[in-house]
Nanobody
Framework: QVQLVESGGGLVQAGGSLRLSCAASGRTFSSYHMGWFRQAPGKEREFVAGISRNGDTYYADSMKGRFTISRDNAKNTVYLQMNSLKPEDTAVYLC??????????????WGQGTQVTVSS
């Protein structure tokens, strides 16, 4: 069982940056593949970035070069550094554990999400 709690969201101007954190409970965090997804009002959940147990990272095409995912297994935390934010990045950002790459339905554990709003 893994519980996930996101933090770090907020309101930022276009071109700004935010760093999201996802703190996980449990002693098996390091064994989980982790992912970040986002969901905007009226839209489907969208894959953002993922990181494997050994630190391999991958991104949705629209986030490459702007977003960076990382993890600190000693702190049971995964991060999402977001730079050059755009208004279309506005969404609830959710952390997920235990899945396969960017396929949301394979993730068994989800956080409640943190709101990111980018103003133009």
């Amino acid at each position: 069982q893994v519980q996930l709690v996101e933090s770090g969201g907020g309101l930022v101007q276009a071109g700004g940056s935010l760093r999201l954190s996802c703190a996980a409970s449990g002693r098996t965090f390091s064994s989980y593949h982790m992912g970040w997804f986002r969901q905007a009002p009226g839209k489907e959940r969208e894959f953002v970035a993922g990181i494997s147990r050994n630190g391999d990272t991958y991104y949705a095409d629209s986030m490459k070069g702007r977003f960076t995912i990382s993890r600190d297994n000693a702190k049971n935390t995964v991060y999402l550094q977001m730079n050059s934010l755009k208004p279309e990045d506005t969404a609830v950002y959710l952390c997920a554990a235990g899945g396969l790459r960017g396929i949301a339905t394979t993730y068994g554990y989800w956080g409640q999400g943190t709101q990111v709003t980018v103003s133009s």
